[in-house]
């Protein structure tokens, strides 16, 4: 492996911050100008809303299950089993509906937009479409971007739903409680934050998650392995970064909403 | 050969009258870290004139025309492309003046998400062209490189001389004002070298499109040295003795990122460069 010096990497990271913001500042700043490449945003809005609704609901049923199941007990020894909705429906809206549905579509779509990208920079065709006279940052960035934001607002919906459908499931066949009051506490005890917070989240991670996906795609240099090692990169990058966005919106907005 | 391109309206781009100075490089230098790839290039290519790029492996004869296209910048000296000097643009100001020019690249790079028929009707559907001139103006260019069957055929179902036939097509299509060709016979059989050389010595003759040629292939520059494409009969033919046909083309070799040689075909066979005599024997 090459030894790099400290400062070479110092310099190596500031320039790669630098190219990363001026894309994502890029992608916001091409949908004032046209070409608007509507059909592509549906297409991406298709693949990857669409495309990620199976794993989506897998994911939020399962959680709400296994959060009803595992509250239970706690809540058991306190005699507060019917606090079972109000937990589930809280922690599916306010976090781990945004947060999980966010690790999902990265995983599939970050990964999905760094090799799709990416191969097109090694065979040329991104240099192929500048030199058509097209800027690749509209084509081909801000489609992804649009459509993640927006797909991942609606799939944290659909998540939310059916993590709640899991919660009850197991609320009512294995804890025995009664469905309505399930579903009355689970709605009840949701305040206007709750849903704000909740529903901002997945906007901005969809944001993250597509610049990064996009930034590691463009920039990838040495061929075929370079494609994979892109891939991983912006998996594993869109995923930490939406974890410690989590952490510092949830700050803000707590800080800002809940004062 | 086919019937040639018939001049469209609609795809002729260059509102200004196309300067005589089509592209200047003056002292142009360009390094990759300590890697010096081209140290203080110039020359010219005149309206008209076909620009054969000739030199070993790694002289930097693509780098050429990327930094005429602008996809890269270089660390000295300007690059003047169709009256634009091209090293002071922005690249969101870039995408107007590389509309006025084709690109044919090696690999061919077509988008392989596509159709063929994408490909090459790619410009006319980004100016917003009406769907009715598309689909004409396509098999049009299809024609002339005489793969009209492959329109709805995508890029992975060509043979290697395919794809640089439809890459031609989508370099043409706008009947751009300057082509640029990097080694596009690279890696095909000598039948098929002969078939795209025969479509840049038509587009050459019939189009008197200007072009830069970046090849390996000595033959190839010959042949577009020593014929004419003949419009009647629709075919390349060998310049006779005495013919009054000349072939507007000039060659320019280039070694250790230098420029050792620039002028006509008969000035480079009456060079007594040791290096060139020999890379030409």
Same mark, same amino acid.
């Given at each position: 492996?090459?030894?790099?010096?400290?400062?070479?990497?110092?310099?190596?990271?500031?320039?790669?911050?630098?190219?990363?913001?001026?894309?994502?500042?890029?992608?916001?700043?091409?949908?004032?100008?046209?070409?608007?490449?509507?059909?592509?945003?549906? /297409?991406?809005?298709?693949?990857?809303?669409?495309?990620?609704?199976?794993?989506?609901?897998?994911? &939020?049923?399962?959680?709400?299950?296994?959060?009803?199941?595992?509250?239970?007990?706690?809540?058991?020894?306190?005699?507060?089993?019917?606090?079972?909705?109000?937990?589930?429906?809280?922690?599916?809206?306010?976090?781990?509906?945004?947060?999980?549905?966010?690790?999902?579509?990265?995983?599939?779509?970050?990964?999905?937009?760094?090799?799709?990208? &990416?191969?097109?920079?090694?065979?040329?065709?991104?240099?192929?479409?500048?030199?058509?006279?097209?800027?690749?940052?509209?084509?081909?960035?801000?489609?992804?971007?649009?459509?993640?934001?927006?797909?991942?607002?609606?799939?944290?919906?659909?998540?939310?739903?059916?993590?709640?459908?899991?919660?009850?499931?197991?609320?009512?066949?294995?804890?025995?409680?009664?469905?309505?009051?399930?579903?009355?506490?689970?709605?009840?005890?949701?305040?206007? #934050?709750?849903?704000? /917070?909740?529903?901002?989240?997945?906007? /901005?991670?969809?944001?993250?998650?597509?610049?990064?996906?996009?930034?590691?795609?463009?920039?990838?240099?040495?061929?075929?392995?370079?494609?994979?090692?892109?891939?991983?990169?912006?998996?594993?990058?869109?995923?930490?970064?939406?974890?410690?966005?989590?952490?510092?919106?949830?700050?803000?907005?707590?800080?800002?909403?809940?004062? | 050969?086919?019937?040639?391109?018939?001049?469209?309206?609609?795809?002729?781009?260059?509102?200004?009258?196309?300067?005589?100075?089509?592209?200047?490089?003056?002292?142009?230098?360009?390094?990759?870290?300590?890697?010096?790839?081209?140290? =203080?290039?110039?020359?010219?290519?005149?309206?008209?004139?076909?620009?054969? /790029?000739?030199?070993?492996?790694?002289?930097?004869?693509?780098?050429?025309?990327?930094?005429?296209?602008? $996809?890269?910048?270089?660390?000295?000296?300007?690059?003047?492309? $169709?009256?634009? =000097?091209?090293?002071?643009?922005?690249?969101?100001?870039?995408?107007?003046?590389?509309?006025?020019?084709?690109? #044919?690249?090696?690999?061919?790079?077509?988008?392989?998400?596509?159709?063929?028929?994408?490909?090459?009707?790619?410009?006319?559907?980004?100016?917003?062209?009406?769907?009715?001139?598309?689909?004409?103006?396509?098999?049009?260019?299809?024609?002339?490189?005489?793969?009209?069957?492959?329109?709805?055929?995508?890029?992975?179902?060509?043979?290697?001389?395919?794809?640089?036939?439809?890459?031609?097509?989508?370099?043409?299509?706008?009947?751009?004002?300057?082509?640029?060709? =990097?080694?596009?016979?690279?890696?095909?059989?000598?039948?098929?070298?002969?078939?795209?050389?025969?479509? #840049?010595?038509?587009?050459?003759?019939?189009?008197?499109?200007?072009?830069?040629?970046?090849?390996?292939?000595?033959? =190839?520059?010959?042949?577009?040295?020593?014929?004419?494409?003949?419009?009647?009969?629709?075919?390349?033919?060998?310049?006779?003795?005495?013919?009054?046909?000349?072939?507007?083309?000039?060659?320019?070799?280039?070694?250790?990122?230098?420029?050792?040689?620039?002028?006509?075909?008969?000035?480079?066979?009456?060079?007594?460069?040791?290096?060139?005599?020999?890379?030409?024997?």
């Amino acid at each position: 492996m090459e030894l790099i010096s400290p400062i070479d990497y110092t310099k190596q990271s500031v320039l790669a911050i630098q190219d990363y913001s001026v894309l994502a500042w890029r992608s916001i700043v091409n949908l004032f100008s046209h070409p608007r490449y509507l059909a592509d945003t549906l /297409m991406q809005a298709d693949l990857i809303g669409v495309g990620s609704l199976p794993i989506v609901v897998l994911t &939020g049923f399962f959680t709400g299950a296994v959060l009803a199941l595992q509250t239970s007990a706690t809540l058991q020894q306190f005699g507060s089993l019917s606090l079972t909705g109000q937990l589930v429906s809280l922690s599916m809206v306010r976090e781990l509906g945004p947060v999980l549905t966010g690790l999902m579509v990265s995983g599939r779509n970050a990964s999905g937009m760094a090799s799709e990208l &990416g191969s097109m920079v090694v065979t040329e065709q991104i240099d192929a479409m500048r030199a058509l006279g097209t800027d690749p940052s509209k084509k081909l960035v801000t489609p992804r971007v649009v459509a993640t934001a927006t797909m991942l607002f609606f799939l944290t919906i659909i998540s939310d739903l059916v993590g709640l459908a899991g919660g009850w499931a197991v609320s009512r066949f294995i804890l025995g409680l009664d469905s309505a009051q399930y579903w009355t506490t689970a709605w009840e005890k949701l305040r206007f #934050v709750d849903v704000f /917070m909740g529903l901002l989240k997945p906007t /901005m991670f969809g944001f993250i998650i597509s610049t990064v996906g996009c930034y590691f795609g463009l920039t990838t240099k040495g061929g075929t392995q370079g494609v994979g090692r892109s891939t991983t990169q912006a998996v594993v990058a869109s995923s930490v970064l939406l974890l410690v966005a989590d952490f510092f919106v949830t700050k803000l907005l707590m800080a800002l909403l809940e004062n | 050969m086919s019937t040639p391109l018939a001049p469209s309206p609609a795809g002729a781009l260059a509102v200004e009258p196309v300067p005589q100075k089509v592209i200047v490089f003056d002292n142009v230098s360009l390094a990759f870290e300590e890697n010096r790839v081209l140290e =203080d290039v110039s020359f010219h290519l005149e309206h008209g004139e076909t620009k054969i /790029m000739l030199g070993v492996a790694g002289t930097g004869k693509t780098l050429l025309l990327k930094l005429a296209l602008g $996809l890269l910048k270089p660390d000295r000296g300007h690059i003047h492309v $169709l009256g634009n =000097d091209v090293t002071a643009m922005r690249e969101q100001e870039l995408f107007a003046l590389r509309r006025q020019i084709g690109m #044919v690249f090696q690999e061919s790079a077509l988008f392989d998400s596509m159709t063929v028929k994408e490909n090459v009707a790619y410009r006319l559907i980004e100016e917003g062209t009406p769907e009715a001139d598309v689909e004409a103006r396509v098999r049009e260019a299809l024609r002339f490189v005489e793969l009209e069957r492959t329109i709805d055929m995508f890029p992975s179902e060509l043979s290697g001389g395919m794809r640089r036939r439809v890459a031609i097509a989508r370099a043409i299509i706008t009947r751009p004002d300057v082509l640029l060709y =990097d080694s596009p016979t690279a890696g095909l059989d000598p039948i098929t070298s002969t078939t795209i050389i025969e479509l #840049v010595v038509k587009q050459r003759d019939v189009y008197h499109t200007s072009a830069l040629l970046v090849t390996h292939r000595l033959q =190839d520059a010959f042949i577009m040295a020593s014929h004419y494409f003949d419009k009647q009969a629709n075919r390349m033919r060998p310049i006779e003795k005495g013919q009054q046909v000349e072939a507007n083309i000039s060659f320019l070799i280039l070694k250790e990122a230098r420029v050792i040689f620039d002028g006509t075909a008969a000035e480079l066979a009456r060079s007594r460069d040791e290096y060139i005599r020999e890379y030409i024997s």
